[in-house]
């Protein structure tokens, strides 16, 4: 058993622009809906990097040094929490599903662990199902924190 060989896919996107030589009208095609930026990183690419920054808990710069060695192609970690937040606000709309989701549940199962966030004494509480997990950070722990 092996893995395949794997490399960053890079696809270059062109367009015409015409002028008309009457009027000097300038005409240009349109590039698809989905590229915003001359340059940009991929919906696989990005998964990845959310994934393994919030699911594995892979720091930036780790992460960065991680991508490099798997994919010889360096990136910054500024970028790298760019992704992280176009990740998060993607998601976003979907918190209001897995809420209403966890209420409505017979059965919901909560715990909390603590954390330092900026140094400080926190706590990740989480509420979940068999189908929804829902993780937030709060100041304190208990039945108060739990409720909010």
């Not at 954390?115 to 950070?137: D, E």
């Amino acid at each position: 058993f092996d893995v395949p060989p794997v490399a960053i896919e890079v696809t270059q996107h062109e367009r015409e622009v015409k002028s008309c030589p009457h009027c000097r009208c300038v005409q240009q095609a349109e590039f698809p809906s989905h590229v915003t930026n001359h340059v940009q990183y991929g919906p696989r690419l990005t998964a990845l990097v959310v994934y393994l920054h919030h699911i594995q808990l892979i720091p930036y710069k780790r992460l960065s040094d991680t991508i490099e060695a798997l994919y010889q192609h360096s990136i910054s970690t500024g970028n790298l929490a760019n992704m992280v937040k176009r990740g998060r606000e993607a998601l976003e709309s979907n918190m209001d599903i897995i809420e209403d989701a966890l209420l409505e549940s017979n059965i919901l199962h909560v715990d909390e662990t603590s954390l330092r966030i900026n140094g400080k004494l926190a706590w990740v509480h989480v509420a979940c199902t068999s189908r929804y997990t829902y993780l937030a950070p709060h100041a304190s722990r208990g039945k108060k924190a739990t409720d909010e």
